[in-house]
């Protein structure tokens, strides 16, 4: 055990100095490598925002999505109906009385069923009918329901999470709070009102024809630029949904601000056939139910490609071009609690942390030293080189250090210290019993091993599990912890043991072996 080759030295080393390495990278500027412990929200500051999903517009979306193939089903299997009526949660219609049964089988049919989908794994369906003498009434199930607000609570994290990543935003923490709640932490970041901007908008984008007519088929709408009101038809012509890419750009004539928007291939046929065959008409661009631009249609458009144009300032046409790239939120969201934690809170955690490590730090090195003189004195340097080494850990990770982080790792400097005490205990049991000094400590550290590492091994296997199930700082917490209890192992029985051999086969006379 006490033996070490010069490639095992020489590995261990390395391994130390390039911890040290990526450690200092936290106290210097360095331009060539750009990694840095990033702080939390509760170490650097930021934004705290509670958003919550509004399901019931997509509710409504969903059920007017259903209208065709229902009328399809009625039409094609000769089951007569009227008074169909259309609200925000349920379809109601009409049927004769011997023809209900027959609609009822129909719409519950398991097997290729287009109307009601029948998830076979949970024995459910999307929908339910219910009969009041003739009276239909179709809504969603509760099954239904809790369904489509799961799949759009994931989709809207997911949108969420590309349109801060784009902005710009280092080690945000994203996470989902109930049945329609997201949290959103934003360390460091210094225009909270953009983010909340940009989170807040749905970013339904459609592309529609101008009408003359005030028909049914169409709506009337507000030029964002100007404020002119708009006849603008119903029928969507390209939607967002077709969209690939956007960038922010500058006309070239008139050195405005523009969006640059890029189709996808059916988007682009789509797009190519309206514009060919409405030219000399308007074409509205339409966002969140406000025309943001409304040019004439001069000439056919089939590449694919266009512009959006609206009197913007470069922040205005960039912001834009953001959340046209992320795609549209499946549901309105709003913001139901927002909370800013100041840099100066952040700045007395940290101190708070490191004082606390300091001191604590400074109490097991006199404690050490104290109970095992020069033994202790290689535990307390085997102690700093493992703080440096987690330190450059959770720097090439570009990992995040929260306050629980910080207690993380003053939980690892006591597990450290106690391993370090379990070896020297067992060498001081070994030397009264074995005449061979360099044996006892040999034996000392083999009989230590099994009770150091099921201690950590058990203490990493909590670290995990904590990981895998926790959130936000508790996760901060088991980061900090596992690194911690895999580089106190590493130092315990690498650096601190060859320190160790080296003062032992060197002692010729033994002064230093009174433990």
Known sequence: MLSFTKIKVLFIYLILASAIFFASLNFNNNNLIDKKINLGLDLQGGSYILLEIDTKPLVSQKLQAKVIPIKKLLNEN????????????????TIDTDKQNKFKNLFFKQQENTVNNFISEYNKFELDLEFSQNNASIQFSNFGLIGLNNTALKQSIEIIRRRIDDIGTKEPTILQRGDKRILVELPGIDNPERVKELLGKTAQLTFRLVSKDDGFGSEKLILSEGGEELTVNKRIVVSGDNLVDAQPQFDNQSNQPIVLFTLDRLGAQKFGRATTENVGRRLAIVLDN??????QIREAITGGTGTISGGFSFQESTDLALLLRSGALPAPINIVEERTVGPDLGKDSIDAGVFSLIVGFILVIIFMFIKYKIFGLVSNISLIANLFMMIGILTVLDATLTLPGIAGIILTVGMAVDSNVLIYERIKEELK???SIIHAFDTGYNKAKITVIDANVTTLIAALILFIFGSGPVKGFAVTLGIGIVTTLFSAYFIARHLTSVIVLNDKEGKYFKL
């Open 78 to 93: 000769k089951i007569n109906f009227k008074n169909f009526i259309i609200s925000t949660d349920k379809i109601s219609l």
């Open 290 to 295: 406000s025309v943001i631009s409304a040019p």
């Open 433 to 435: 019993t074995e005449k």
